[in-house]
């Protein structure tokens, strides 16, 4: 059977999208390596799945797979990259498209200038939706690690889980062994993303992410929106942000709690192609 796909990326975070609106994908834990592998496959951060509405007040479902296979709620650069593909392949002719994950409904748009919107929804706080086993929320919390100490951190969830740590200066951040020990810790019973924020001013941030499921991305898109929360919260950051990651600028934008986040940003097709499944 030849399976069709597309490459694509929003700022360097990489996807092998799927078209399942008219012939069913059920993917195996073998075709989604044989999909992210970048030695033996064809090589992504995630594989996103577009499929029909699961309910009428959505246009799309949309299904998202780490590159360890395991599948997440919310991957915001994987969104404007979607938005990208349903206007590229006709499949709605809609301005503004809806889109179910399996935690959240986002709404997706084209801003223009080759740019993708999309509403993230508003940030969930409190501990236990995160899920982050520490008791009462509070807008710092500290675990301590084994062979590294007390560390401090920010969490929120955007439809997945993310720890915010504030740092001097990303280039020199411990971005894969902390992000490891902290994605490993108990207190966060379904793992998390781990972001590493340096603030340069109230509208300027860079920002290093070690995602779940994946290792250090070039870019993270709810990473990039709960950062924006977190700064926020901290009063470092101001309501928009440039958030600056390895393989591009993210707009975010977010006027305070019991809101939705806004991001903007770039998405981008790279080319098409088939693989024969099984091979
Ligand atoms: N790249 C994403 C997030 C992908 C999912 C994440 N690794 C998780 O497991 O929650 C984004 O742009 O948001």
């Given at each position: 059977m030849r399976l069709a796909f597309t490459k694509m990326h929003g700022a360097g975070n990489d996807f092998v999208v799927i078209d399942a609106t008219r012939t069913p994908f059920a993917p195996t834990p073998a075709l989604l390596r044989r999909l992210t592998d970048r030695r033996f496959g064809v090589g992504c951060d995630q594989v996103l799945v577009i499929e029909p509405?699961?309910?009428?007040?959505?246009d799309f479902d949309y299904r998202i797979f780490n590159a360890d296979g395991s599948e997440a709620g919310q991957c915001g650069n994987g969104a404007r990259a979607l938005a990208r593909y349903v206007r590229e392949a006709g499949l709605?002719?809609?301005d503004r498209i809806r889109v179910r994950t399996s935690t959240s409904v986002l709404e997706l748009g084209y801003a223009g200038d080759g740019l993708y919107t999309v509403d993230m929804g508003v940030p969930r706080l409190d501990p236990d939706e995160i899920p982050l086993r520490v008791g009462a929320r509070a807008i710092r919390y500290a675990l301590t690690l084994d062979g590294i100490g007390a560390v401090e951190f920010g969490a929120v969830s955007m439809g997945n889980p993310h720890a915010v740590l504030p740092v001097a200066a990303v280039e020199t951040a411990p971005v894969e062994s902390l992000g490891a020990a902290l994605q490993a810790h108990p207190a966060f019973p379904q793992s998390v993303n781990v972001g590493f924020l340096q603030v340069i001013s109230r509208e300027r941030a860079r920002l290093r992410v070690c995602e779940?499921?994946?290792?250090?991305?070039?870019?993270c898109g709810s990473g990039a929106c709960a950062a924006a929360v977190i700064g926020q919260l901290w009063g470092l950051l101001g309501e928009d942000v440039a958030m600056e990651l390895r393989g591009g600028v993210l707009r975010i934008r977010w006027p305070g709690e019991g809101h939705p986040v806004q991001m903007t940003g770039p998405a981008e097709t790279v080319f098409r192609g088939e693989i024969e499944w099984p091979s």
């Open positions: 509405p699961s309910t009428p007040d959505v709605s002719d809609k779940r499921g994946v290792g250090e991305t070039l870019a």
